[in-house]
């Protein structure tokens, strides 16, 4: 039976040493989605977090999470430092995660957050202009 709370227990700290027990919850097939990725497979998840991990460090809280049959949904709170992002200086990031099950293993899983909350307000010219509209709404 998959085991949501270790699944999310795993996703607390994400990084070179913890990617191959994280990708032991996914499905073959696995379709994965963010606001910034559309990945189709192990490997490509794989690379990805390779890369990711690679250029920045995250820690994860998960705030709730429910699981009702083959469907699962968490909201989490992620720290991202990234040396090319900001500064290196600490970015609170807001989300939420849906999974869908096939065979005990995550077929799908999309994450939902705020590109301009993680990277765009970071960014030196386009991070004013949107901190700006932001106060102004």
């Known amino acids: 039976m998959f085991d949501y709370d270790l699944f999310n227990a795993n996703f607390l ?17 696995i379709h994965f989605v963010d606001p910034a990725h559309d990945l189709h497979g192990v490997e490509e998840i794989r690379q990805f977090w390779l890369a990711f991990t690679n250029d920045a460090e995250n820690t994860t809280r998960i705030l709730h999470r429910h699981q009702e049959g083959n469907r699962c949904y968490s909201s989490w709170q992620m720290e991202v430092r990234h040396a090319r992002i900001g500064g290196g200086k600490p970015i609170n990031v807001a989300g939420m995660s849906e999974l869908l099950l096939q065979d005990e293993k995550v ?24 901190r700006k509209i932001k106060d102004n709404i």
């Open 13 to 29: 700290v994400v990084n070179v040493d913890t990617i191959e027990q994280l990708l032991s919850y996914y499905h073959p097939d």
């Open 107 to 130: 077929i799908y899983h999309r994450d939902h957050f705020d590109m301009g909350q993680l990277l765009y307000e970071h960014l030196p010219v386009m991070g004013w202009v949107i």
